[in-house]
């Protein structure tokens, strides 16, 4: 195994299930030998439950649990022969090759992951109890800006287990029962980034836990906008962003992305909003203001999502459909125009869609991504209403996500390229499906250049850069960076180059439909790759370099740099200008999409001067652009050559737009100079009431701000 178990054998994790399944059975053989009856009696059952926990064990973990457990179960000699009997057969077993497979409709089963992994982002211990069901109730309240809850779950408890562990961080609990009868509990310690673990004592034949519980107003997940915060300036509006772990600060819940749950969920907010979930929608507001949702397939806790505000439907086909204000809900309706052709087109790359209808919501700017791919309604920033469509790649990114992500997850955040890297390859091939390869190769372009920006800024050599992360200790946050999503796209592009995309694809197909609504962990999709794909073939094998791309840092030497002959031809127009040519002169520019903009700003030398800015503004028109990518980028050559008549388009972008991958750059150069700190703590003290906690975090640690006070 890679981050524990036994290493001199080499047994990878997607063989520990082999493991535990060979210890489990063999265990219970040789105590039916054992008992007389032939029927296991509680004593039985008792050494049973203990052949299964010590063959889940890390290898570095038996010297310590050996002994706890020996006086727990009181162990008799005879069982020491059976576990080490039961072990023998198991490592045996263990090295034959592996060969998953998965119904993805058996959505019951625990998943084998649980028996494996420990995730460090969650007090969950799903090997003992785990959810399976929830339901739901939350009255909304503007006024205090908080969650009235109750949260009735499902679980299931293992055999001699006594609690059931879930993660909470701000939250209020008043009450907890299995529905009739209050159960212990308590809180724990609370734990930076984690919050606070919530016990509960169990019995395996516990079948319910309630909680009774209530959000701060503070709660990290919870965006509270006030109308004038709002596109219409007329009605509040509330959105949640629970990646990566902040589901815990509005639902106590078991917060890990290795654990699946389906849910049912009850909302009351103010008569005249609508309210929305990642489950079944209304396309029409309740004259009550009282919806229902319900969610069927198995989602994780970062999925759960919940929108309130003076929201509107429109169809865009059979699937697909599209949520925003009143007032932004024609131009959203044009920008998404071809929403049904990226989900057909999808479904052609690699197989049926899973969750029935695929809609989006536009959120107000705050927002702190791009988009967020929640299960049948991902919530998309407005920065990409670009008047064109020459942002939608955005939404064919989070379309991917259903298959990538959604269906197939990253059993803990530190495998969260299996997420990124595959919707990233996912999301180009969808857009050359749709628009041609020149098209995909410049997003492919671009995104190199974010990859080696990023490389720059945390150094080749800094383990962060690996696609294998080890992020205990940290907020997972860390790693949501262009490592997990350009490296793991090259990574797949790689290996769709050594063995051909008609293979790659077959593969793709095998992998998604093997482990749909499962998880997944890096040594899980290496032991497929190799068993479906290399298969020890050395030639293949030697130029993917397989742990080169997952467990070194930077980028291999030989690694795939994107190319595209309609950026070659603005570069041309580059060098054109800086040579002397006058903006209005340079060729082709009335025919550049978005993105061969972007290029040309990017392609910019530090160099460039005021007066040469200046010119480029007045003939294109920089600082009133309304599109977002070409503002951000704009944006930079202003921080840095101190264009001043570029600062008024800076504040304004700054106070509007909360996403997080245009703010963060940007009070980053800014905090580099005393006269640009000093703006930027100006600018900053307007806009963060309008930041997402997620975007607000970033910027208070770059500029040192505290937050409960008016002054940095």
Known sequence: ????????????????????????????????????????????????????????????????????LSMMFKIKSRLWVACLGSWVVALFYSCQPSNPTSDPNNTNNMDSTFLQIIDPHSAAKPQDAVVKHLDLEIKVDFKSKTLDGIATYDVVVSPGANAIFFDTKGLTIRSVTDGQSPLEHQLGKEVPHLGQPLMVQVTPQTKRVVIDYATSPGAEALQW???????????????????AILARTWIPCQDSPGIRFTYNAKVQVPQDLMALMSATNPVKRSPDGNYSFNMAQPIPAYLMALAVGDLEFKSLGPRTGVYAEPSMLQLSTSEFQDMEDMLTAAESLYGAYSWERYDVIVLPPSFPFGGMENPRLTFATPTILAGDRSLTALIA????????????????????????GFTVYFERRIME???????????????????????????????????????????????????????????????????????????????????????????????????????NDSAISNKIAIKQWVYSPGLPKDHVVPG????????????????????????????WTSHEWLHFLRKLPATISTDQMSALDEAFGFSKSGNSEIMAAWLEHVIRREYKPGYPALEAFLTKVGRRKFVRPLFKLLAQTESGMKMARKIYAAARPNYHAVTAGTVDEILGWKPNSNKP
């Open 433 to 535: 499906k749709l628009y041609g390869r020149s098209y995909a190769d410049m997003l492919a372009i671009l995104g190199y250049q974010d990859l080696r920006g990023t490389l720059s800024e945390m150094g080749e050599e800094d383990s962060a850069t690996c696609l294998k992360l080890n992020l205990a200790g940290k907020n997972p946050d860390d790693g949501m960076n262009d490592i997990a999503y350009e490296k793991g796209y090259l990574f797949l592009l790689q290996i769709e180059n050594a063995v051909g995309r008609e293979r790659f694809d077959s593969f793709l197909n095998s992998y998604f439909q093997t482990f749909a609504f499962r998880t997944m962990t890096t040594e899980g999709f290496l032991d497929y790759l190799q068993d479906q794909l290399v298969k």
């Open 397 to 420: 990114h989070e379309l991917a996500h259903s298959w990538s992500g959604n269906l197939v997850t990253n059993a803990t955040w530190n495998d969260f390229w299996l997420n990124e």
């Open 564 to 591: 595209c002959a309609r950026f070659d031809a603005v570069d041309v127009q580059v060098q054109s200008f800086m040579a002397g040519t006058s903006a209005p002169k340079l060729i082709g520019t009335h025919n």
């Open 1 to 68: 195994m890679s981050s524990h178990g036994i290493k001199s054998i080499a047994v990878t994790e997607t063989h520990t299930f082999t493991i535990i399944l060979a210890a489990y059975h063999m265990g219970f053989f040789f105590l039916m030998i054992q008992s007389k009856s032939g029927v296991l009696t509680p004593r039985v059952t008792k050494r049973h439950l203990f052949l299964w926990v010590l063959a889940k064990l890390p290898y570095s973990d038996w010297e310590a649990e050996f002994l706890s």
């Open 225 to 243: 906008l006030d109308p004038s915060q709002t596109a219409g300036k007329r009605k509040p509006f509330l959105f949640t962003q629970s990646q």
